[in-house]
């Protein structure tokens, strides 16, 4: 069971980085006025999320 929490923790911590490192990718963005190259962004985050909860449900 310890293995299993370790994982749990592992990828609670890649799914933290990512999110804070896509949140200073559209800080920048927005900041630029670059408002519409937010949608490449948002087609990034929807494919990454639904690709990380297919694999953590095993299909």
């Given at each position: 069971?310890?293995?299993?929490?370790?994982?749990?923790?592992?990828?609670?911590?890649?799914?933290g980085?990512?999110?804070t490192?896509?949140g200073?990718?559209?800080?920048t963005?927005t900041?630029?006025?670059?408002?519409?190259?937010?949608?490449?962004?948002?087609?990034?985050?929807?494919?990454?999320?639904i690709g990380l909860?297919?694999r953590?449900?095993g299909?």
């Amino acid at each position: 069971m310890e293995g299993v929490a370790n994982g749990m923790s592992s990828v609670i911590e890649v799914v933290g980085q990512l999110f804070t490192q896509m949140g200073e990718v559209v800080s920048t963005m927005t900041a630029e006025g670059n408002g519409i190259m937010l949608i490449p962004v948002g087609i990034f985050v929807a494919g990454a999320a639904i690709g990380l909860a297919s694999r953590l449900i095993g299909r």
